[in-house]
């Protein structure tokens, strides 16, 4: 954003002089007067939106399009580089006139699109499938509009990078890597190798003084050469070679009309230190790649702006939930195809967008005014709705052709993930039939299974009206189904159903785990692992805290750092009571303890600070090693933040967090985005905390926190890039908002690896459908699986209609840990098999054999498989 780094560029060059290494290669000149060379690539950082709307945006800067357009016909030695489809798109649809110039100088190479993606997308909060969309969405469209495949990933503002970024940028198609962002030093160089976990390699540019450092130059000639020295001087330090590179775009910017013919005049002095060209980041890499002397630089490029992890935390809820609905929708799309009934492609990625557009950094990390964040939940709301459409259209597809016939209510639960597994299932029932005095529910056997009543509405002659029921459903198919039978009966004698029982104690217990509670104040005062007999708490847990915070959207406890470009390693210590509101230092009436056949549960709600309210549910389910906890803030308070803490007797703990499509382990005391689960533990014991769109996590001197809600509201920023006078954001402070916090324990024995937390992640944030039917007759029987993997360290991450009637299948290696031959049988009549990129281009032909694919994955190595199934056709079992 402009303010901020033109402010970079001053703090940097003043703190920063010559601090950092460099290795000159020799025998290279960017000129053949021996010269070095300084690149000035002419752009503009397009915001998506922030502090304008997405329409709002679209009308400042579409016409700086038309300008640069302009400037490109009346200089041919000017150059100009695009990037997110989400400007690029409306620009042609809405100036149609000018589609044939665009066209022209692209082909002319003078304008160059890069990035590839539908906006500047955060890729830590969201998960790696939703950065896959972005790829498909906006490259795709470029391949159909223009003809054109970005080989340049363009990621100059977003907040940090995670370290699968190597190899999901590769198997995009992607050659180089350019960002600002994220490296763990002044020290690193401008020019890398950066490497992934699976030791994928990319060309790394990162830009030590931002993607403006070239921008608003004098618009004489004295001045302008000075300029020009000054920034040469300013990047040298950061250089591997004889040529230097700075970009020449601010947020929303209009290109500068009065820069070719300086260039020009600056090359005709005669002490002109270096040649100053305009060019591409193509041009700057073509040089760049002559270079041997390149280092390779692994891992992450984070933490940055940790305050964004937790701000208008909604938003990250919203993004979490929408993109577990999509890509439902898309596995119910590829089980749809099979059975013969054609998908619509266009109706997908028109619930798609609006997901991707507000996965925009700025959009993910709740940066932005009121009436933007009112605009990014309306689009959430309206691809909501698309996605539930799309959702319960496949299903109807799949639930219409299975046998349901029998007695009773069909039930049928679906499993939309790749292993077989035993869940929580709920489904609400009614009944006009007089008298249900007890429900009994059937599996596909007709054994009886226990029922738990959660909530009932009843007739006045106390007989069920419409009632909520929770059952646990066991070894559902993988990517399939099971069906249940729920019979309602006059006579309760032969009723599986529960409604449970208070208990006075204040404790629960299941086969795995006995937890007790502080039951005035919600504390959870010991959870202990039966076998061995292990507690697993410290202190007082689930206790939320609450402390000042001084920091705006972006950053904790402090304004605005907008230049920051170094990973951030401040110490996050346990708050301490002398400076921090507790949840267990207020109290209400006592809490509720319910033990049942199902689930037992605690719940407990009682005022939190002077006007604020805190609640909390932990439940616990017969048969599951998952502790699910719900708690609801109502923050009344503004500049402050809430954690939820779990202290715990772990000594010699390793913290390991998910990220997309793979984990890392991080340091202590240091928030960083996690995906679905934290594991901090030793290869003993440990505790993994899964979450549902809560990504910042740290863990400090063993206590686990996980951060829950801030109040907040940008603080100090300067006007421009769209910010204006006048412009709120108080909504970001959260009053009187009820928001419900959703993130569960799995204490576990033994190594993390064997417990499987990526499964459990997953589970917690996919849970079981269950879907009522009419009785009918049907070609599939009362359960099936579409297909069953080898392997438990190997993730079935999508499964989707591909191109000309193909399906896609990709997996990932979870663990760390090689996965030779893999083997995923399919239920579905195999006819062909290829490995394809991210773009789902066919790659390498499979064998097939016994109506399986065969493999090896090497650690965290992720493929994708591009199928020709047969339509209707089933594999006998």
Known sequence: MLSRLFFAVVVSSLLFPGHCIRAESSGEAGQPSGKDTFWFVPHTHWEGAVFKTREEYLEMGLPHIL????????????????DQVCYVRPFLERYPEEEATFRKMVAEGRLEIVGGTDVMADVNMPGGESFVRQVLYG???????????????????????????????????????????????????????????????????????????????????????????????????????????????????????????????????????????????????AVAARRADRP????????????????????????????????????????????????????????????????AHDLASGVMTDHVYDDTVGSYRFAERLGNELVESRLETLVSRIDTQGEGIPLVVFNTLGWSRTDAAEVKVGFSQQGVQGLRLLDSAGEAVPVQLSEAQRYGDGGLRVAQIVFLARDVPAMGYATY???????????????????????????????????????????????????????????????????????LYRPLDGGSRIAMKDRQPVPLPDTTKFSNQFTGES????????????????????????????????????IEVRTQIVNQEKHVRYQALFPTTIEGGRSVHEIPFAHVERPEGIEFPAQNWVDYGNDERGLTLLNRGLPGNVVTD?????????????????????????????????????????????????????????????????????????????????????????????????????????????????????????????????????????????????????????????????????????AGEAVPE
């Open 67 to 82: 300008s640069a357009l302009r400037l490109l016909e009346a200089r041919p030695d000017y150059r100009f580089v695009l």
């Open 139 to 285: 490259k795709g469209y470029y391949r159909r509009k223009l003809g054109l495949d970005m080989t340049v990933s363009w990621q100059l503002d977003t907040f940090g990078h995670h370290a699968q970024m190597p190899q999901i940028l590769k198997l995009a198609g992607y050659k180089s890597f350019w960002f600002f962002r994220g490296v763990s030093s002044w020290e690193v160089p401008s020019e890398f190798l950066w490497q992934g976990l699976d030791g994928s390699k990319i060309s790394a540019f990162w830009l030590p003084h931002g993607y403006a450092v070239t921008y608003a130059s004098p618009r004489a000639l004295p001045e302008f050469s000075q300029f020009f020295k000054d920034r040469f001087q300013l990047l040298t330090p950061f250089s591997r070679g004889t040529d230097r590179v700075g970009l020449a775009g601010a947020d929303v910017c209009e290109p500068e009309e009065h820069v070719p013919a300086l260039v020009e005049a600056f090359n005709q002095q005669a002490d002109a230190p270096f040649v100053l060209r305009i060019g591409l980041p193509s041009d700057f890499e």
């Open 296 to 359: 390779v630089i692994g891992g992450e490029l984070n933490p940055i702006f940790q305050g964004a992890y937790s701000s208008r935390i909604e938003l990250k809820q919203w993004m979490r939930s929408l993109e577990a609905l999509l890509l439902t929708g898309e596995k119910l799309g590829a089980i749809s195809n099979w059975l013969g009934v054609p998908t619509d492609d266009e109706s997908v990625w028109r619930a798609w967008e609006p997901v991707l557009f507000n996965e």
């Open 485 to 555: 039978r729920i019979v309602p009966l006059v006579s309760p004698e032969k009723s599986s159903m529960n409604v449970g029982h208070e208990v006075e104690d204040g404790s629960l217990e299941n086969e795995f785990f006995r937890l007790a509670f502080d039951r005035p104040t919600g504390a959870m005062t010991s959870l202990v692992v039966k076998s061995p007999d292990w507690e697993v708490l410290r202190g007082p847990a689930n206790v939320v805290t609450c402390q000042h915070d001084a920091g705006d959207l972006w950053e």
């Open 591 to 626: 809490g509720q303890l319910i033990a049942g056949p199902v689930f037992s549960q605690y719940q407990v709600s009682h005022p939190f600070g002077e006007t604020g309210k805190f609640s909390t549910r932990v439940r616990l389910y017969a048969g599951l090693r998952r």
């Open 702 to 870: 063993a206590t686990m926190m996980l951060s829950l809600v801030r109040a907040t509201r940008i603080v100090a920023y300067g006007f421009g890039g769209g910010y204006e006078p006048g412009m709120t954001s108080d909504s970001g402070y959260e009053l009187g908002r009820p928001l419900s916090l959703e993130y569960a324990l799995v204490p576990r024995v033994g190594p993390w690896r064997e417990a499987g937390p990526w499964r459990q992640g997953l589970e917690f944030n996919h849970p079981l459908l269950v879907r009522k039917a009419a009785c009918h007759e049907g070609m599939l029987p009362d359960r099936a699986g579409l297909l069953e993997m080898s392997h438990p360290n190997v993730v079935l991450s999508t499964l989707k209609p591909g191109p000309q009637g193909s399906t896609i299948l990709r997996v990932y290696e979870a663990a760390g840990q090689p996965a030779p031959a893999v083997t995923i049988k399919l239920r579905p009549k195999l006819s062909a098999a290829c490995e394809a990129n991210l773009m789902e281009d066919p790659g390498r032909k499979l064998e097939v054999a016994d109506n399986a694919l065969r493999f090896d994955l090497g650690p965290f190595e992720i493929k994708t498989f591009r199928l020709q199934l047969a």
